[in-house]
């Protein structure tokens, strides 16, 4: 009988793709010029309002006068430490809030996140409203009692913590949706039971562990906190203060063209502590959050990643002789 031979046939060679020829896409550079004119087009006419004297020609009167002016000094340090002291406590208020949120019951989120969202819908005015009753209760009623030193210390005009108190409630729409958004991407009941396993406390779980891994949330909050208190103007007024949002305001009756260099020089002082927050929000989280944990905390923290490798490794994978037999296990009292 013959002895039966089997060829091996060649398999089919996959069909190539011509490379796809890349089309220049000129609306996107088209775009992007049109919006940078919307932008760039009223910063430049403020410029030239600035520098621009009819019948003089160009004079810089309007910006080596800034430094000298009445008040100017005194109104952008108390707007940026308003602005500080606002970003303190609302993050105090908010990080520990949404940690707890995540580690109770899910129904609480959205309770959370309605309170939060409820500046969006009460305006400024009515809640300026309110914060004036309120300190009107001072003189009316408590002015027999301890508690009327509290009513004028909150008033104080060198730094009025009512503007503090209230920046927080308008800034905690933000806040909550930046802090959110990056606890979103954290499995935080993890990482808080591998710490408090190690024998870490709450504040250092907090300040540890969650804060390390929430360091672009924490930028973007604070970047729009501050945007929001050295531009607030409502509250600031209506109360009788003069942070840097109403000193702009008053010394433009008889210095506009002062008033519009100063509101220029306002927004490079924000774009440039935007550049610093980004700089800190987009540094090396691993490495510092490493280095934050405490020993217990990221030894816990690498045995769930050992864990769910170990499998990977199976016994199939081992030769049979080295192998090990299964040990039996001793149960206490059967021995």
């Not at 992007?32 to 009819?54: D, E």
């Not at 004079?59 to 100017?72: N, P, Q, V």
């Not at 503007?163 to 993890?190: E, I, K, M, N, Q």
């Not at 008889?254 to 980004?278: D, K, N």
Request: proline share 9%.
């Amino acid at each position: 009988m013959a002895a039966l031979t089997t060829t091996a046939r060649p398999e089919a060679a996959a069909p190539v793709k011509a490379p796809r020829r890349t089309r220049p896409r000129y609306w996107r550079g088209a775009v992007l010029a049109v919006a940078g004119l919307y932008f760039i087009t009223p910063l430049l006419s403020s410029f030239v309002f600035t520098v621009h004297v009819p019948n003089q020609g160009l004079t810089f009167e309007a910006y080596s006068g800034i430094l000298s002016a009445d008040g100017f000094t005194e109104s952008l340090f108390l707007s940026l430490s308003l602005a500080a002291a606002t970003i303190a406590l609302a993050l105090l208020l908010v990080v520990p809030a949404l940690v707890a949120v995540r580690l109770g019951p899910p129904r609480l989120r959205a309770v959370v996140e309605i309170v939060c969202m409820m500046p969006l819908v009460v305006p400024p005015i009515a809640l300026v409203t309110g914060i004036a009753t309120v300190l009107r209760w001072g003189p009316d009623h408590f002015s027999r009692t301890p508690l009327y030193q509290t009513f004028l210390a909150v008033q104080n005009e060198s730094f009025p913590v009512v503007l503090v108190l209230a920046y927080t409630v308008l800034a905690l729409p933000f806040v909550h949706r930046s802090l959110d958004a990056g606890l979103r991407a954290v499995d935080v009941p993890t990482l808080v039971e591998a710490a408090r396993n190690c024998g870490a406390s709450r504040l250092q779980v907090i300040v540890s562990v969650i804060l390390p891994n929430l360091r672009s949330s924490l930028a973007g909050a604070s970047f729009l906190t501050l945007a929001l208190v050295l531009g607030e103007y409502t509250v600031a007024s209506l109360l009788g203060f003069r942070p840097f949002a109403v000193w702009i305001v008053s010394v433009s009756g008889a210095e506009a063209r002062m008033s519009v260099a100063v509101s220029l020089l306002s927004l490079l002082i924000t774009w440039a502590l935007l550049l610093i927050l980004s700089r800190a929000g987009t540094g090396p989280s691993a490495p510092a959050s490493a280095g934050a944990i405490p020993a217990g905390a990221a030894g816990a923290a690498a045995i769930p990643a050992a864990a769910s490798a170990t499998p990977a490794v199976g016994a199939s994978a081992l030769p049979a002789a080295t192998t090990p037999a299964a040990a039996p296990i001793p149960v206490p009292g059967k021995e």
